[in-house]
């Protein structure tokens, strides 16, 4: 499965590439801001962004003054760390279709999300959310904060299964209820579940003063719509519904324009909260989802 993938030394070395690129990176990213932290009394150097009126001259990076006429402030890690929460959907949606294996996407991207929060010594927890019979609401680990603990989240990981209705606002409420202070909280999710009740979680969640990132995740077959043709009744995996259809290529284009509006419709959502938006479509394309979106999530790497 997809998911054991995220505890081999191969995956794990691709992580570390990629965070060792990006760390790189950083002296060429004018204006990038890591989130969540802020300018503090650490003294490991972290980013470089451009100079603002009224800001300390301690921390003008002369070199760059020198050699480019550029006025840089170089800024540190503060003290602080950020508290990183990875909440995984685990509803009966995430495993259908069976072949897609979005949920092992899911888990695979959750996982490899939480290690590269370790590689900054930032505290980390996964969490999945569901409607099962045998527990209701939201299922957590303990914060873990440096990656030599990150073989510790594996009996979570793969233990986890799909099943129950998707109840997002009342795992975010449950999250919220312990009145943690701010810190960057990814949800990861196929939103397959009235719109009102994933944008009451996300608004939420940045009300409270999270810093929120969506990655969306959806199947290659579920979203092509690509089925043998005739009649079918089939059933609702969540709510149990039943209903007769008739599928062939018109059932097909339907079901792709839907997959597109729903997935144009959960983007938008985000961008006019101010929530990163990235695209996990298809499990076939899981390093090369990991490689283009991790970067964009920001505030990690």
């Known amino acids: 499965m997809l998911e054991q993938r995220a505890f081999e030394a191969e995956f794990l070395r691709k992580l570390d590439g990629l965070v060792l690129s990006a760390t790189r990176a950083r002296t060429r990213r004018a204006g990038r801001r890591v989130i969540g932290r802020a300018q503090g009394a650490g003294i490991e150097p972290e980013n470089y962004r451009e100079y603002a009126a009224g800001d300390d001259l301690r921390f003008l990076d002369w070199n760059a003054l020198a050699r480019l006429d550029d006025l840089t402030i170089r800024t540190f890690r503060a003290d602080r760390h950020v508290e990183v ?14 072949r897609d294996d979005k949920f092992g996407l899911a888990r ?3 996982a490899g999300l939480a290690y590269v929060a370790m590689s900054k010594n930032d505290p980390v927890r996964l969490a999945a959310f569901g409607r099962r019979a045998s527990a209701a609401g939201l299922e957590t680990t303990r914060f873990y904060r440096r990656q030599e603990s990150y073989v510790e989240l594996r009996p979570f990981v793969t233990g986890l299964a799909a099943g129950g209705e998707t109840r997002m606002a009342a795992a975010v409420g449950t999250l919220l209820n312990e009145r943690r202070a701010p810190g960057m909280v990814f949800v ?19 009300a409270a003063h999270h810093e929120v990132k969506v990655v969306h995740v959806m199947g290659t077959k579920e979203m092509a719509g690509d089925y043998p043709p005739g009649a079918y009744r089939i059933r609702d995996c969540e709510s149990g519904a039943t209903r007769e259809v008739t599928l062939g290529p018109a059932a097909a284009a339907a079901c792709r324009a839907r997959a597109t509006a729903h997935a144009n419709r959960v983007r938008a959502f985000c961008a006019s909260r101010g929530i990163t938006y990235a695209e996990a479509f ?3 394309a899981a390093d090369e989802i990991i490689l283009r979106e991790f970067p964009r999530l920001g505030g990690l790497i």
């Open 282 to 284: 298809g499990a076939e």
């Open 108 to 110: 695979l991207l959750g």
């Open 188 to 206: 990861i999710s196929d939103f397959l579940v009235a719109a009102a009740d994933y944008e009451t979680a996300l608004a939420d969640l940045s």
């Open 85 to 98: 929460s990875v909440l995984l959907d685990a509803s009966a949606s995430m495993g259908i279709p069976e």
